[in-house]
């Protein structure tokens, strides 16, 4: 069946470090690819998505590109700032069920 | 914009009762989703709905586990009889079905602790 692995955490980086959260995937044909975040005593909150191969999903300066040749959806942001201290969720959608993965938690230090 | 709302929020219960959970999707909103997500993990899938109709139930839902949504608007996930394993934040989500790839959009949780 579908499933999602992703870079186990925690991780702790200072401000303005870059980031890069390691995800694949294992699914047949051409699921939809997410990243959402939870910040602390908050709900899931989409962070960005992409649907097809090559698709290049951004906000808030976290990029994830969709590649179908290594299974992969890596989330990276190059300077993070304290407010993006979070877990972050890779997922993939198919059949409007979503996968998710364990889940990253990052804390960002001033 | 209204998000997706459930209450409670938090509920702590003994075991072996009911506990009734609620969840009001985005308005014009017409999928309905149940996740279970334990301390650690992502969430799981348990059962979604288009509409008022019930499409898919995970293996995860034992037959203590219900949902509802009867008018197509709000949705109620029951459980009976709850055990200690049942301890677990219940997210709702919804979509609107019918533009290609539509985003889930997650409520704020119930996180039940189960004595």
């Known amino acids: 069946g579908d499933s999602v692995t992703q870079m186990e955490g925690p991780v702790t980086l200072s401000e303005e470090a870059c980031l890069t959260i390691?995800?694949?995937?294992?699914?047949?044909?051409?699921?939809?690819l997410f990243w959402y975040v939870q910040y602390p005593g908050e709900g899931l909150q989409l962070l960005l998505k992409a649907t097809k191969a090559d698709d290049k999903g951004s906000n808030k300066g976290f990029e994830a590109t969709y590649r179908k040749e290594t299974t992969s959806f890596h989330l990276e942001k190059g300077s993070v700032q304290v407010s993006d201290s979070a877990v972050y969720f890779c997922a993939l959608e198919r059949d409007y069920k979503l996968s998710f993965g364990a889940g990253t938690t990052v804390t960002v230090r001033a | 914009d209204t998000g997706v709302s459930q209450d409670p929020r938090h509920k702590i219960t003994k075991r072996g009762q009911n506990v009734t959970f609620r969840c009001d999707p985005i308005s014009e909103h017409n999928r309905l989703y149940w996740y279970r997500q334990t301390l650690g993990q992502g969430p799981e899938f348990l059962t979604y709905?288009?509409?008022?109709?019930?499409?898919?139930k995970s293996r995860l839902l034992s037959d203590r586990f219900s949902a509802e949504r009867p008018k197509g608007s709000f949705s109620t996930l029951e459980i009976q009889r709850t055990e200690q394993g049942d301890s677990a934040m219940y997210l709702c989500?919804?979509?609107?079905?019918?533009?290609?790839?539509?985003?889930?959009?997650f409520g704020p949780g119930t996180r039940l602790l189960v004595l």
């Open positions: 709905f288009q509409n008022e109709a019930q499409l898919e």
């Open positions: 390691n995800c694949t995937y294992t699914a047949t044909g051409y699921p939809s």
């Open positions: 989500a919804s979509s609107l079905a019918g533009q290609g790839r539509e985003t889930q959009y």
